[in-house]
């Protein structure tokens, strides 16, 4: 709570206005078969809050009216979850959408999911899983024990299927997020580890690595809080904002779709409650909004924003800029 009550107070963060809205995410709900360290969602087995059949048809709708989106970025918890998730999926690349998948990896060994990767596969969707680490040590550390074993078997899944080979254009990308308080590394240095630690020891083959920093709320702002690093961690953000990253932040194409239906600038506004409003100030719903009447609206911004631009920047594409650094390892 004194994490959240931190990030809402007056903020020296730039100010920002949308673009055209072209990225749709939409959290499908927080129940998930895993509880990592890291997450700024606080997902665990135990939640149940899930987007309804009749908020999916809204979604639908809304996509059916917003030519310019083009792209659905589906999130959770484990968004495959969702007793929706097929027909969204279905609906979606019937109008020709690119279809992002959040994927844990290990949604993929459980019962009724083991025909998920077939399922993806023959849809063409873009998976992107989590990977924080190719050291079985550090991923079960931040994920829960046996994780790294059933990622490793699930990427080994999808090659089968032809994800992450150039030839196949089925889209395979890996996300690290560090193990603490700290930035993450230079991407592409990370990423040429990745593949050579992930090939080398497994035959693994990806598309690319997306370096993302761990945001101070929920989970990990809580865990921050309770070891005195939440400040610190803070005065890291701010020391290392780069002014040349606001350019490419998420916010300015995206908008994020709570499992309730209602619209935010991002997924972090999301779990601080900063939802987009009317002209009335009421919470702005997925079925009372077009695109056009987004573009040029102020995005609101908070303290936790600089985990976005700090360093090489921080986005759901991973690093927004480059830094020159020695190659890092994935155990720092």
Same mark, same amino acid.
């Given at each position: 709570?004194?994490?959240?009550?931190?990030?809402?107070?007056?903020?020296?963060?730039?100010?920002?206005?949308?673009?055209?809205?072209?990225?749709?995410?939409?959290?499908?709900?927080?129940?998930?078969?895993?509880?990592?360290?890291?997450?700024?969602?606080?997902?665990?087995?135990?939640?149940?809050e899930e987007m309804t059949a009749e908020t999916i048809d809204a979604v639908i709708a809304f996509l059916e009216a917003s030519p310019d989106v083009t792209a659905i970025d589906?999130?959770?918890?484990?968004?495959?979850?969702?007793?929706?998730?097929?027909?969204?999926?279905?609906?979606?690349?019937?109008?020709?959408?690119?279809?992002?998948?959040?994927?844990?990896?290990?949604?993929?060994?459980?019962?009724?999911?083991?025909?998920? $990767?077939?399922?993806?596969? /023959? =849809? @063409? *969707? %873009?998976?992107?899983?989590?990977?924080? #680490?190719?050291?079985?040590?550090? !991923? +079960?550390?931040?994920?829960?024990?046996?994780?790294?074993?059933?990622?490793?078997?699930?990427?080994?899944?999808?090659?089968?299927?032809?994800?992450?080979?150039?030839?196949?254009?089925?889209?395979?990308?890996?996300?690290?997020?560090?193990?603490?308080?700290?930035?993450?590394?230079?991407?592409?240095?990370?990423?040429?580890?990745?593949?050579?630690?992930?090939?080398?020891?497994?035959?693994?083959?990806?598309?690319?690595?997306?370096?993302?920093?761990?945001?101070?709320?929920?989970?990990?702002?809580?865990?921050?809080?309770?070891?005195?690093?939440?400040?610190?961690?803070? $005065?890291?953000?701010?020391? /290392? =904002? @780069? *002014? %040349?990253?606001?350019?490419?932040?998420? #916010?300015?194409?995206?908008?994020? !779709? +709570?499992?309730?239906?209602?619209?935010?600038?991002?997924?972090?506004?999301?779990?601080?409650?900063?939802?987009?409003?009317?002209?009335?100030?009421?919470?702005?719903?997925?079925?009372?909004?077009?695109?056009?009447?987004?573009?040029?609206?102020?995005?609101?911004?908070?303290?936790?924003?600089?985990?976005?631009?700090?360093?090489?920047?921080?986005?759901?594409?991973?690093?927004?800029?480059?830094?020159?650094?020695?190659?890092?390892?994935?155990?720092?």
């Amino acid at each position: 709570m004194h994490a959240t009550l931190h990030l809402l107070t007056r903020t020296q963060f730039p100010a920002l206005k949308r673009r055209a809205v072209e990225t749709l995410q939409l959290n499908l709900g927080y129940r998930c078969n895993q509880s990592c360290v890291h997450c700024h969602v606080n997902a665990g087995p135990n939640r149940r809050e899930e987007m309804t059949a009749e908020t999916i048809d809204a979604v639908i709708a809304f996509l059916e009216a917003s030519p310019d989106v083009t792209a659905i970025d589906l999130t959770g918890g484990a968004p495959e979850l969702n007793s929706n998730f097929r027909r969204l999926v279905i609906a979606a690349r019937a109008r020709g959408l690119r279809v992002i998948d959040r994927c844990n990896l290990t949604i993929l060994e459980e019962s009724g999911f083991e025909d998920l $990767a077939d399922f993806l596969a /023959a =849809h @063409r *969707i %873009e998976v992107v899983a989590s990977m924080p #680490c190719y050291l079985e040590e550090n !991923v +079960d550390r931040q994920r829960g024990k046996g994780t790294f074993d059933a990622s490793i078997r699930g990427l080994r899944r999808l090659n089968a299927l032809g994800y992450g080979r150039a030839e196949s254009g089925l889209i395979l990308n890996l996300v690290y997020n560090p193990q603490g308080a700290s930035l993450p590394p230079p991407q592409a240095a990370l990423e040429t580890d990745y593949k050579s630690r992930l090939g080398e020891q497994f035959g693994i083959v990806f598309n690319q690595l997306f370096t993302m920093a761990n945001m101070p709320i929920q989970r990990f702002g809580s865990m921050l809080v309770s070891k005195g690093q939440f400040n610190a961690y803070m $005065a890291t953000l701010h020391g /290392a =904002h @780069r *002014i %040349e990253n606001l350019e490419q932040v998420m #916010c300015r194409n995206l908008i994020s !779709v +709570d499992w309730q239906g209602y619209i935010y600038d991002c997924d972090f506004n999301q779990q601080l409650g900063l939802a987009l409003t009317d002209k009335t100030h009421s919470r702005l719903h997925v079925t009372k909004a077009v695109t056009t009447a987004l573009e040029g609206v102020p995005i609101r911004v908070a303290d936790h924003c600089y985990g976005c631009t700090a360093g090489q920047g921080s986005s759901c594409g991973g690093a927004l800029g480059n830094e020159t650094a020695p190659a890092p390892s994935c155990a720092a």
